[in-house]
């Protein structure tokens, strides 16, 4: 009796194999159909089916990716696509899944995949299916550059340079200058719009601002070296950036100003997708 269970199992285990092995074969690998707007596209990779001979659990599945451009900035993307249309022959097919995350993107990444998993499809009268749905985006509504002075002036008088707060779309203030001998560090406290989006902690908005020093002869930037996140709470940051001197030739500290570049505020954005004729595998 042992001996015909462990035969019986192995069985089970060799079919769920053979159906991993077809998925394989049988997916489609075509050229990638893109959905562009001027910020964010989004484009279908691969097409398969996955077809399971044990159970019946079989699925046409999308792999598709989420790609955007230098000129947005991301603070969190939420891959997980809903308002999910697809038709094939006339009919509505729902969604039996979707795969994706709540990603804050870190920098240098621009793209970030995601899964749609529909009812298993056949080639019949039509070899192809639409699909359509959005996935959602917090992303900055503006920026604004907020000058704080000199820098020669900043450095022999700190915070008296630049008394009080600055508010346009948003507020910003210089609280501490420490000049050293290797570097020069800022702190400045941020607030944005009280509209839009809530944040937590792990929500980074304040890493888009960026302070910077640029020259008031040539426009040459030197961008802060690094930063420390000092308080980080829902619409209010302090944050301390660092230039490092050395191997830097400044010269006359009074040719610089510093410059702080400061999100307004956040709002969301839907992005939608939508794929007219997708090739069944």
């Known amino acids: 009796m042992r001996v015909l269970g462990f035969k019986k199992l192995a ?7 053979i159906s991993f092995l077809v998925t394989d074969l049988i997916a489609f690998e075509g050229k ?8 964010f596209k989004t484009k279908v990779v691969r097409v398969s089916s996955v077809i399971d001979l044990a159970f019946s659990n079989s699925v046409t599945k999308l792999d598709l990716l989420l790609e955007w ?53 056949k080639r019949g ?12 985006a917090i992303i900055p509504e503006d920026f604004e550059q907020i000058e704080l002075g000199s820098l020669s002036k900043l450095v022999a008088e700190g915070v008296k340079a630049q008394p009080g707060l600055i508010k346009k779309g948003s ?22 719009g009280d509209q839009g989006p809530e944040f937590d902690t792990s929500q980074n908005w304040a890493v888009l601002n960026q302070l910077k020093l640029v020259n ?30 050395k191997d830097k030739a400044l010269g006359d500290f009074s ?3 510093l410059i702080y570049k400061s999100v307004t ?17």
């Open 255 to 257: 040719d610089w100003n």
């Open 125 to 136: 009268k039509a070899d192809t299916f639409s699909i359509q749905g959005k996935i959602k």
């Open 265 to 281: 505020a956040m709002k969301y954005q839907d992005i939608p997708f939508q794929f007219d004729t997708v090739p069944i595998p």
């Open 32 to 39: 990638p159909q893109k959905n562009v707007d001027s910020l």
């Open 171 to 192: 507020s910003s203030s210089l609280k501490k200058v420490i000049t050293g001998t290797t570097k020069i560090s800022f702190g400045i406290q941020t607030e944005i």
């Open 216 to 245: 008031k002869k040539n426009l040459k930037e030197w961008p802060a070296d690094g930063y420390i996140v000092e308080m980080m709470e829902n619409r209010t940051a302090s944050i301390t950036y660092h230039f490092l001197l």
């Open 69 to 121: 451009s230098d000129k947005v900035e991301p603070v969190l993307i939420n891959t997980v696509a809903y308002e999910i249309e697809s038709k094939y022959e006339g009919k509505t097919l729902a969604p039996i899944s979707t795969k994706g995350k709540s990603f804050a993107p870190v920098e240098g990444t621009k793209s970030l995949p995601f899964v749609i998993n529909l009812p298993y499809l």
């Open 11 to 17: 069985a089970v285990l060799f079919v769920i194999a």
